[in-house]
């Protein structure tokens, strides 16, 4: 299906409003144009609200993600745009976001990140177009958007990356990932505590039985507040956790991939079987277990070697 490029919608005058202080947020430049109650524009894209109506028109290659991340969820279906507080007052209270990165590529590190958030903090990052790192293809707006919580005044951060070696020594010792991954997710809490000690909570992604990581907080004798579920990212300070891991994980790709001649592709897919080989070819068969994780059943297709 051809991406969408152009969309019309009716609005109330109180949506238009809306839509309007929402423009003025993401940085639009606005100008005048006949029969509109304002047009606005951001690189290639055109949002113009008409006084017929009122009804909006929005133009350009980026109308769809428009539609999906502003236009439908704070304007058209829920007109909760300054409500957020009263409508979902936990996400602007003071708590820890975890998040990770590089848990299903073969290439590259475990990298687990952590961020806390109050509703200062949360409000600023929200202005500042902070979302889910999986929302954002571009390593460049990864990189802007880390540097905006990195210097976001208050917001404590930690970053705990596992790079391949110690991670296949530890999977070796853990024989679990999910054990893994709850030692990682423990560190950052602990690391934060560490930082702001007067923090009750903490909200982590689900990514196992939450057992796992209560026994791992458990061992650390953290005894905050712990809250695991599912789309966890839709958490302010879990998506700056999780902006803050890709950051780690996408500048380790491309350091690895220069240094050793070979560019690591991610995921898990043909391309990654060929690249792995190239480089055993390059470097030796020992070069592997210094850029991947060797437990993947990857490896075994690009050694040969039977299940």
Not at 24 to 44: N, V, W
Not at 135 to 143: D, L, N, W, Y
Not at 149 to 172: D, K, L, Q
Not at 211 to 220: D, G, P, S, Y
Request: net charge positive; charged share 25%; aromatic share 6%.
């Amino acid at each position: 299906m051809p991406p969408v490029t152009t969309h019309t919608a009716p609005l109330t005058s109180a949506q238009a409003e809306l839509l309007r202080q929402a423009l003025i947020r993401q940085g639009f430049d606005f100008t005048e144009k006949p029969h509109a109650l304002f047009s606005a524009k951001k690189g290639k894209l055109n949002v113009t609200v008409y006084e017929k109506g009122p009804k909006v028109l929005i133009q350009g290659k980026e109308t769809e993600d428009f539609i999906r991340f502003t236009l439908e969820p704070e304007i058209i279906g829920e007109a909760k745009l300054g409500y957020e507080e009263i409508l979902e007052p936990d996400k602007f209270e003071p708590h820890f976001g975890i998040d990770e990165s590089g848990k299903g590529d073969y290439f590259g590190p475990l990298v687990i990140a952590g961020a806390y958030t109050d509703a200062i903090i949360a409000r600023r990052l929200i202005d500042a177009g902070i979302m889910d790192s999986k929302r954002v293809t571009s390593a460049a707006r990864i990189r802007k958007l880390a540097e905006i919580i990195r210097s976001t005044p208050g917001c404590a951060t930690t970053v705990v990356a596992i790079g391949p070696e110690r991670y296949n020594s530890m999977h070796a010792s853990f024989r679990n990932l999910n054990r893994l991954l709850a030692w990682g997710h423990a560190r950052a809490i602990e690391n934060l505590a560490a930082a702001r000690p007067d923090c009750p909570r903490t909200l982590s992604d689900q990514f196992a039985r939450p057992e796992i990581l209560q026994r791992a907080l458990k061992e650390k004798n953290l005894t905050i507040q712990l809250e695991q579920r599912t789309k966890g990212e839709s958490d302010t300070a879990v998506a700056a956790a999780s902006i803050l891991a890709r950051e780690r994980f996408i500048d380790w790709m491309d350091k690895t991939s220069a240094a050793s001649g070979v560019r690591l592709p991610l995921g898990a897919s043909d391309s990654v079987v060929s690249a792995a080989r190239e480089l055993i070819a390059k470097h030796g068969p020992d070069a592997l277990g210094k850029v991947a994780k060797l437990h993947f059943k990857t490896t075994q297709v690009i050694l040969g070697t039977p299940e």
